[in-house]
């Protein structure tokens, strides 16, 4: 176990079970493995959130609550290769109280390197969640690479993506994302207001406006490589930090690359632009994460973390 920047963080061996006293003073093991990237526990804050709506969380008290959702995380936490890697002293109570005591939406933002499974950890459980949850919405998502700044103008200006990477700009820079605008849409939907936010088309650098509606429901899960940024981190009631091997980050994103019809050697300069800026923007951004999850797993693995976490809160709320 390692605890430091405050934030308990696991490899091989677990965090402290939940109930034990977890003490903030630097101490360090040896870690077991390399961190991975998969957000699991956010499956699990989301879907806390998730069962708001028809569920009223007024009469809960939020420590038996805490200790329901501890006992979730625990069990996620176990092996060699555990879901949660990293939480935050002192977080499930803030989490707990928050759903136990407020009627407004949780905000959670994951984040993480380019290709490190964020999108795939928010399909998951947003789809595990609609269907424990089908009667009605209980989560409300946005998909960050939607507020990309339009880019057309750079393609016809260098002729090409490779053309764009060799004029300096880079699409892995805050400066490339409407930051602006994710926050006031977080905000509005916080307010339960309905949004549209933009499309963006990775083909051509196209940003279009107001093309997919979202409507406010008792969860707001985002993913973006800047969640974590100081324009939109006290927007949010979680924070996850995804985290994932190099290898399989190169894997990824070279695989989804190709089908954004970058290729050869200018998908190699934007790789090398991706890993230089994630050392700048991202990397440091980990340590103001509430929970480090492991993205090298199973999606089967999130979606039965997000229905024991569903169950523990639904459960909580019958009693």
């Not at 809960?60 to 060699?80: F, N």
């Not at 879901?83 to 407020?102: D, E, M, Y």
């Not at 196209?206 to 490589?225: G, L, R």
Request: hydrophobic letters at 35%.
């Amino acid at each position: 176990m390692l605890v430091s920047n405050n934030i308990v963080s696991n490899k091989g061996n677990i965090y402290k079970p939940y109930g034990a006293q977890i003490h903030t003073k630097s101490v360090s093991l040896p870690y077991g493995h390399n961190m991975t990237n998969i957000c699991s526990y956010e499956a699990a804050k989301a879907q806390q959130a998730l069962l708001a709506p028809s569920i009223s969380f007024g009469s809960i008290k939020s420590k038996a609550l805490e200790k329901r959702i501890g006992q979730v995380v625990d069990k996620y936490s176990q092996g060699s290769n555990p879901f949660i890697l990293g939480l935050k002293p002192g977080f499930l109570s803030k989490l707990a109280k928050k759903i136990a005591h407020s009627d407004k939406p949780v905000i959670v933002g994951i984040t993480g390197e380019s290709a490190c499974g964020k999108t795939t950890i928010l399909g998951n459980i947003d789809q595990t969640v609609s269907e424990l949850h089908s009667h009605e919405q209980v989560t409300s998502t946005l998909l960050g690479d939607n507020y990309y700044k339009d880019s057309t103008h750079l393609y016809q200006k260098y002729g090409n993506f490779g053309g764009i990477m060799d004029s300096g700009y880079s699409f892995d820079s805050p400066e490339a994302v409407n930051l602006d605008k994710l926050k006031l849409d977080l905000g509005r939907l916080a307010e339960g207001k309905s949004i549209k936010t933009p499309n963006y088309d990775f083909r051509n650098g196209q940003s279009t406006p107001d093309v997919h509606e979202i409507k406010p429901s008792k969860a707001i899960i985002f993913d973006s490589i800047f969640a974590l940024n100081p324009k939109l981190k006290e927007s949010l009631d979680v924070g996850i930090y995804v985290e994932t091997p190099a290898d399989v980050i190169k894997e990824r994103w070279y695989n989804r690359t190709a089908e954004r019809n970058v290729v050869g050697e200018a998908a190699d300069k934007q790789f090398k632009d991706v890993k230089e800026k994630a050392e700048t923007f991202i990397h440091p951004m980990k340590k103001n994460a509430d929970i480090v999850m492991n993205g090298n797993t199973q999606q089967s693995e999130i979606q039965n973390f997000t229905k024991d976490l569903y169950d523990a809160i639904v459960g909580n709320k019958k009693n």
